[in-house]
């Protein structure tokens, strides 16, 4: 039986949330998303996973409780959590930001999309690269698209 695709996005914004949500199943209604609020609540989410772990997280990193910075190091040092890929997403394009979350683990930092399709792009192809091409991919991404992606 094949897994089915599966995501986190960990945002705090309901409108950035309500948008993702929209384009992830204009990409593919089959993806499953699971959301959280803050770093906090995503640990809490993902402890109580057990097998049904997501392919991929997305981590904004400014947020309430716990941030992306701080809930991705717990991500990391966790023997359960650690292979899940973090993609770092967010508005932040500081240099400190991008450093300090690939220093920590993160596979990729990509700043939100400024359009729809942009992100319908980014999505559309992380979807259709799992779980063998995702990194190469994401390079590729950074390469052609319209966002500021580091990896």
Do not use: W
């Not at 199943?25 to 609540?41: H, M, R, Y």
């Not at 400014?62 to 993609?87: A, C, F, T, Y």
């Amino acid at each position: 039986m094949i897994k089915p695709i599966s995501f986190l996005l960990v945002d705090d914004d309901p409108d950035d949330i309500l948008l993702f949500k929209e384009v992830l199943t204009q990409v593919d209604a089959s993806i499953q998303l699971q959301t959280a609020t803050n770093g906090k609540e995503a640990l809490k989410v993902l402890r109580e996973c057990g097998d049904h772990l997501p392919q991929v997280i997305f981590m904004d990193i400014n947020m309430p409780i716990m941030n992306g910075k701080e809930s991705l190091r717990e991500i990391k040092k966790d023997q359960s959590l650690h292979k899940i890929p973090v993609i770092m997403y967010t508005t932040s394009s500081q240099s400190s930001d991008i450093e300090e979350a690939m220093m920590s683990g993160a596979l990729c930092y990509i700043t939100k999309p400024s359009s729809l399709n942009d992100l319908q792009s980014i999505l559309k192809s992380i979807s259709q690269s799992i779980p063998h091409a995702l990194e190469k991919t994401i390079r590729q991404l950074s390469n052609t698209a319209n966002t500021f992606i580091v990896c």
